[in-house]
């Protein structure tokens, strides 16, 4: 039996059509990003661009769900991001829509694996710097008060 998924997508802070919208943008880039890969304009390049666009749309998404699920996340720095989770979800997503197997709960199941990919992916992203704490005690800038 599968784990079951920590995205839920419909309540929440967000509107679900903002939800919805981010959703399929990052179904569209985990596509590119296989399709990229593959034929007579493939390049290294492309692929790169791909993966990066792929990155940038989990983001997308998870600042989109319900709640703060990115909260205190560095999301500027999802370059620098651990792709290979991400990388394989995409294809295997983009693998579940054909095929012989391809069915409506393959596709459907690939989407939450897609979108849970995805939450992983800006969860893993590097903390934001917490402010250090003042004690409440004033600075001394000099040596004290001379008599």
């Not at 999802?78 to 394989?88: D, F, M, V």
């Not at 459907?108 to 992983?120: I, Y």
């Amino acid at each position: 039996m599968a784990a079951p998924t920590r995205v839920h997508v419909g309540a929440g802070n967000s509107s679900p059509a903002a939800q919805g919208q981010a959703r399929q943008r990052l179904k569209i880039a985990a596509i590119g990003y296989v399709n990229a890969r593959h034929g007579i304009d493939a390049t290294a390049e492309l692929a790169k661009a791909a993966l990066l666009r792929l990155g940038q749309a989990a983001v997308e998404f998870g600042e989109a769900l319900p709640g703060q699920p990115l909260k205190n996340r560095r999301t500027d720095l999802y370059r620098q991001g651990n792709y290979e989770t991400l990388q394989l979800v995409a294809i295997s997503y983009a693998s579940a829509r054909h095929g012989i197997d391809a069915d409506s709960g393959m596709a459907m199941e690939g989407v939450r694996t897609l979108c849970q990919a995805a939450v992983d992916f800006g969860e893993a992203l590097p903390a934001g710097e917490v402010p250090a704490k003042r004690n409440g005690t004033p600075l001394q800038i000099s040596r004290g008060v001379s008599s």
